[in-house]
């Protein structure tokens, strides 16, 4: 599966954005979806994942309450809203496909090229 991640831009504290990942692969549906992000000099972090059945979330702690993931399968995308943003969730976001539910990067396959997200004070 290919992946494109689009949607990032420079937003203030407080403002909203919404990242998109698009997938060429007929077989979205079957993939466990993620969302990660890495700032210079960090590991790459989970932020959110999406099992196969809609409401099957999970998410990191910085941004429960404030992200929700979620996926159109017809359209073959996923979603990223980004509410409350706050000046550390300034970071590059992947998204990124496996067949079994996981959260630790090493444990995706697959991966969209990355979206800035900059987020000023």
């Known amino acids: 599966v290919q992946l494109q991640a689009s949607g990032g831009g420079l937003v203030q504290a407080g403002g909203s954005l919404r990242l998109s990942c698009s997938s060429s692969?007929?077989?979205?549906?079957?993939?466990?979806m993620g969302w990660f992000r890495q700032t210079p000099g960090k590991e790459r972090e989970f932020v959110a994942r999406?099992?196969?059945?809609?409401?099957?979330?999970y998410y990191a702690d910085s941004v429960k309450g404030r992200f929700t993931i979620s996926r159109d399968n017809p359209k073959n995308t996923l979603y990223l809203q980004m509410n409350s943003l706050k000046p550390e969730d300034t970071a590059v976001y992947y998204c990124?496909?496996?067949?079994?539910?996981?959260?630790?990067?090493?444990?995706?396959?697959?991966w969209g090229q990355g979206t800035l997200v900059t987020v000023s004070s």
């Open positions: 990124a496909a496996a067949l079994f539910p996981r959260s630790e990067p090493t444990q995706y396959p697959y």
């Open positions: 999406h099992g196969l059945s809609a409401g099957s979330t």
């Open positions: 692969g007929r077989t979205f549906a079957s993939y466990y």
